[in-house]
Every structure is written in structure tokens, then in C-alpha cells.
């Protein structure tokens, strides 16, 4: 059993290993690359980080997955998951939803005018968007979303409230799930809308999380929006959300941050002093530093059974599902025992000059948290297990 990369796909990462390496040399590398920025580091929030992105445009990263027909490559989903592998070992912005869910979505159901208008926007990477699913009643429940989308005129109306809109603070578009039919059962009611983020009737409020990722509280208030922002058919929007689910497995996962925490609690272990020793010499430490390396290795495996399965164009959400579950508890499992070791020091917020490893742990401890919430919570990726890969009967 082989699970290395073929020889193009191992040349193309070392492609985007030199690019890297360039971009670091770059005045405003701190800004772009940080791998203390936790779950904010797929964010495009700064002008340093909207110039790296244009540069990755301009070296046709983005849309490389994309039929040439719409500027794209035709390249296997494969290498959009290496180049954010590399991407995120960094903590530099991943390419994302423009390249991934909107996209795709746009070139498979989209009007003409759609395409023309947001497809070249993206590939430039001049367009970012906001997923707007999540509401105060919807969120692993998603199908139950109530923001209204009422007929008017060559328009609609649109009325609700979404919750934990990630980039609404800077997007330009919002990417937004309506309830089009409220008396259709609930999948199939829903459609989808792109609207200009800054109308006058959305109302923007950040949201501080636990690990100090703004997300936001949006107000959508008599947001009227013409026909032509509809994407692809009215009522068909769950379809389409689900379909992009499938489009972002390549790029969802992404293995290096684990490994790069692993290799950064090491080190940790090999300079703690304590009572006049090492801890590393400690069995209890080293009994524990092992059993997380073979965790480590199982998240790895876990992760190339996701790839190996979307690259065979099979849906591969059992896979996903124990990736995900294994993989962000694994993230929260190193932090917790960075701040074993470290004992009380540990606690120190990033904002201390003495906080050891300038703070990274502590708030690792507390960010990782956010990774077993969004997209899909650890109780619906076991619920997924449960009742796709071991048949067991759900109660509801
Ligand atoms: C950092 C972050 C960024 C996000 N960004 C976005 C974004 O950009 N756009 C967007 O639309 N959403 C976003 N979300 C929302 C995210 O998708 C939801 O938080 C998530 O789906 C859970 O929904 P909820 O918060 O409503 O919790 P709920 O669904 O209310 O769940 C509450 C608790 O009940 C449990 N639970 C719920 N249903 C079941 C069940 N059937 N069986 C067992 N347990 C269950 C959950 O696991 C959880 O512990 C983001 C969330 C976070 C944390």
C-alpha cells in the first residue's frame, strides 16, 4: 500500500514550498503567515493578506480545479487540498469559499450573468463572501432556517437574522440561504442568494468567541434583491449546499497544523526544567508525548482516507466524519498538554511579556475549541458514524 503523493503532485509541492519561502522574505510576512493565528488563519482580513492572495491568483493557485472554460485548470481537486496543506503549515489564508463552495456552485448552476460577473472576481481573488447558513434556530439543525425571502416585484424580499457569519466584517458579498416556500417541507424550501454586503438593511454585530475569532450576528432587514442573484433555481438551495459540501473535501482538511503542533510540543517537552531535571526524562511526560505521536500518525491516516476517497469521486463523508472528529479533539488534546507541562506559566494570556511561547498555547488551548463546533459539531460528525457506518437507529 502506497500512501505517498505521485511525483507531479510532489513537485508541485515543493513548488508551493519556494513560493512560500519567497512570500516570507516579504515586509509584511508576520501579517500574512502566522501559525499562532489558530482558526483565523483561513481568514483574508488584512491588506497583506489580500495581496498574498492576488499573488497566488496571479500564479494560477486559485481555481485550479476549475474547467478551462471558466479560466480554471481542469487540475484534480488534489492539488487545491496540497496547496492548502502547505498553506495552513504556515497559517497563511487558504483558498476557500470564492474557489470552493461559490464557485463551483456558480459554474454548475449559475446564469450566464452570474458567471460573468463573479467568476473572473475570483480567480483574481478580488471577492471575498460571507457564508450566511447559521441562524440563532438553525445550525446543526441547518434545514430549519427561517430568514424569509418573499416575492416582490423582479425581486425578493428578504427578512431574518443569521449567526456566526464568519468575514461579514470585511466581505463583499454575502452568500445567503432564504426560505423561498415556507409551506414546502423543510429541505425543500430553501434557495440560495448572493446579496451585496453593504446594503443599507444588513446590520453587522461581531460576536468575540472563546478563542478571540470574530465571528458576527447579521440583521437582514427589508434587503430587497433582484431576481438575477438568485442562484440557479428557486427551492433548490439545500441541494446546492449540500453539493458544495462535496466540492470542499479536497480542500476541508487540512493535516500540516497538527503536525507542526505536535513538532512545536516537542520542542516544548525538550525545555522544560523542572525541580532541577528535564521533564522530558520524566516516564509520565514521555508515556504521554507517545501516545499523542500515534495520534498524530492516526489523524494522518485518517485524513488520506478523505482524500483518497474524493480523489475516486466517491462522497467520502464517513471518512470525513471520523477525520474530523479525530483531528479537532487531537488539536485540543496538544494544547491541553502544552498547559500541563507548562503549569501555571501556561496560563499567561499572549498579551503577557513573560507568557511562554509568546502566549501560543494558551490560546491554542482555548481557539482549538471553535474546530469541534463549526462545520458540523463532534455530536453530528458521531451522529454520522453511528448511522451511516455502523447502521445503529437514531432516536429523532
Ligand atoms: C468559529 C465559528 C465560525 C463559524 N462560521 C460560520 C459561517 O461563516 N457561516 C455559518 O453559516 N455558520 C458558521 N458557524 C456556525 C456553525 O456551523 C454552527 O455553530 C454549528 O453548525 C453548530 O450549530 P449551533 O451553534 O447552532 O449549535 P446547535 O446546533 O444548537 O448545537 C448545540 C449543541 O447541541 C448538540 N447537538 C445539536 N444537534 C444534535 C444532535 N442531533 N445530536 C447530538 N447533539 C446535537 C451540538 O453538538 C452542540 O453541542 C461558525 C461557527 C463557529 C464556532
Redesign the pocket.
Same mark, same amino acid.
Given at each position: 500500500m502506497n500512501f505517498d503523493f505521485s511525483a507531479a503532485e510532489q513537485a508541485f509541492v515543493a513548488e508551493v514550498r519556494q513560493f512560500i519561502e519567497g512570500e516570507a522574505e516579504s515586509d509584511d510576512a508576520a501579517d500574512v503567515m502566522n501559525p499562532n493565528r489558530e %482558526?483565523d488563519s483561513i481568514l483574508s482580513d488584512t491588506p497583506a493578506r489580500k495581496r498574498f492572495n492576488r499573488k497566488m491568483a496571479e500564479r494560477g493557485y486559485i481555481g485550479m480545479s476549475w474547467p478551462k472554460e471558466y479560466g480554471g485548470q481542469a487540475r484534480p481537486g488534489i492539488y487545491e487540498y496540497l496547496l492548502n496543506e502547505e498553506l495552513s503549515r504556515v497559517g497563511a489564508p487558504l483558498i476557500g469559499k470564492g474557489v470552493g463552495c461559490v464557485g463551483q456552485t456558480l459554474i454548475r448552476h449559475g446564469s450566464d450573468k452570474l458567471k460573468a460577473e463573479f467568476l473572473p472576481k475570483i480567480l483574481r481573488a478580488e471577492v471575498e463572501f460571507? *457564508?450566511? #447558513?447559521?441562524?440563532?434556530?438553525?445550525? %446543526?439543525?441547518?434545514a430549519s432556517l427561517k430568514l424569509k425571502a418573499e416575492r416582490q416585484g423582479e425581486g425578493w424580499l428578504l427578512n431574518g437574522q443569521?449567526?456566526?457569519?464568519?468575514?461579514?466584517h470585511f466581505a463583499d458579498w454575502y452568500w445567503l440561504?432564504a426560505r423561498t416556500d415556507p409551506s414546502a417541507k423543510k429541505h425543500k424550501g430553501i434557495s440560495l442568494f448572493l446579496v451585496p454586503m453593504d446594503d443599507p438593511g444588513i446590520t453587522i454585530h461581531p460576536i468575540e468567541?472563546l478563542?478571540e475569532?470574530v465571528?458576527n450576528q447579521v440583521f437582514i432587514d427589508n434587503v430587497w434583491v433582484h431576481e438575477d442573484y438568485l442562484v440557479g433555481e428557486v427551492n433548490k438551495g439545500w441541494t446546492y449546499i449540500c453539493e458544495a459540501l462535496d466540492y470542499e473535501r479536497f480542500t476541508f482538511y487540512t493535516f500540516s497544523p497538527l503536525e507542526e503542533k505536535f513538532n512545536a510540543l516537542l520542542s516544548l517537552v525538550k525545555s522544560i526544567r523542572r525541580n532541577g531535571k528535564m521533564i522530558s526524562e520524566e516516564a509520565t511526560v514521555q508515556s504521554r508525548m507517545a501516545r499523542l505521536a500515534t495520534d498524530v500518525e492516526t489523524a494522518k491516516m485518517l485524513q488520506r482516507r478523505v482524500i483518497y476517497a474524493a480523489s475516486q469521486g466517491d462522497v467520502p463523508s464517513i471518512e470525513a466524519a471520523m477525520c474530523k472528529l479525530f483531528s479537532t479533539e487531537l488539536h485540543q488534546r496538544l494544547s491541553r498538554a502544552a498547559l500541563d507541562f507548562l503549569g501555571e506559566e501556561g496560563l499567561l494570556h499572549k498579551s503577557c511579556d513573560d507568557a511562554p511561547a509568546g502566549g501560543k498555547w494558551e490560546w491554542s488551548y482555548r481557539a482549538t475549541a *471553535?474546530?469541534t +463546533?463549526?462545520?458540523?459539531?463532534?455530536? +453530528?460528525q458521531?451522529?454520522i458514524i453511528a448511522r451511516k457506518r455502523l447502521e445503529l437507529p *437514531?432516536e #429523532?
Amino acid at each position: 500500500m502506497n500512501f505517498d503523493f505521485s511525483a507531479a503532485e510532489q513537485a508541485f509541492v515543493a513548488e508551493v514550498r519556494q513560493f512560500i519561502e519567497g512570500e516570507a522574505e516579504s515586509d509584511d510576512a508576520a501579517d500574512v503567515m502566522n501559525p499562532n493565528r489558530e %482558526s483565523d488563519s483561513i481568514l483574508s482580513d488584512t491588506p497583506a493578506r489580500k495581496r498574498f492572495n492576488r499573488k497566488m491568483a496571479e500564479r494560477g493557485y486559485i481555481g485550479m480545479s476549475w474547467p478551462k472554460e471558466y479560466g480554471g485548470q481542469a487540475r484534480p481537486g488534489i492539488y487545491e487540498y496540497l496547496l492548502n496543506e502547505e498553506l495552513s503549515r504556515v497559517g497563511a489564508p487558504l483558498i476557500g469559499k470564492g474557489v470552493g463552495c461559490v464557485g463551483q456552485t456558480l459554474i454548475r448552476h449559475g446564469s450566464d450573468k452570474l458567471k460573468a460577473e463573479f467568476l473572473p472576481k475570483i480567480l483574481r481573488a478580488e471577492v471575498e463572501f460571507a *457564508l450566511g #447558513y447559521t441562524e440563532p434556530g438553525a445550525g %446543526s439543525d441547518l434545514a430549519s432556517l427561517k430568514l424569509k425571502a418573499e416575492r416582490q416585484g423582479e425581486g425578493w424580499l428578504l427578512n431574518g437574522q443569521k449567526m456566526f457569519t464568519t468575514s461579514a466584517h470585511f466581505a463583499d458579498w454575502y452568500w445567503l440561504a432564504a426560505r423561498t416556500d415556507p409551506s414546502a417541507k423543510k429541505h425543500k424550501g430553501i434557495s440560495l442568494f448572493l446579496v451585496p454586503m453593504d446594503d443599507p438593511g444588513i446590520t453587522i454585530h461581531p460576536i468575540e468567541t472563546l478563542g478571540e475569532h470574530v465571528t458576527n450576528q447579521v440583521f437582514i432587514d427589508n434587503v430587497w434583491v433582484h431576481e438575477d442573484y438568485l442562484v440557479g433555481e428557486v427551492n433548490k438551495g439545500w441541494t446546492y449546499i449540500c453539493e458544495a459540501l462535496d466540492y470542499e473535501r479536497f480542500t476541508f482538511y487540512t493535516f500540516s497544523p497538527l503536525e507542526e503542533k505536535f513538532n512545536a510540543l516537542l520542542s516544548l517537552v525538550k525545555s522544560i526544567r523542572r525541580n532541577g531535571k528535564m521533564i522530558s526524562e520524566e516516564a509520565t511526560v514521555q508515556s504521554r508525548m507517545a501516545r499523542l505521536a500515534t495520534d498524530v500518525e492516526t489523524a494522518k491516516m485518517l485524513q488520506r482516507r478523505v482524500i483518497y476517497a474524493a480523489s475516486q469521486g466517491d462522497v467520502p463523508s464517513i471518512e470525513a466524519a471520523m477525520c474530523k472528529l479525530f483531528s479537532t479533539e487531537l488539536h485540543q488534546r496538544l494544547s491541553r498538554a502544552a498547559l500541563d507541562f507548562l503549569g501555571e506559566e501556561g496560563l499567561l494570556h499572549k498579551s503577557c511579556d513573560d507568557a511562554p511561547a509568546g502566549g501560543k498555547w494558551e490560546w491554542s488551548y482555548r481557539a482549538t475549541a *471553535l474546530d469541534t +463546533i463549526g462545520a458540523g459539531t463532534s455530536e +453530528i460528525q458521531k451522529n454520522i458514524i453511528a448511522r451511516k457506518r455502523l447502521e445503529l437507529p *437514531l432516536e #429523532y
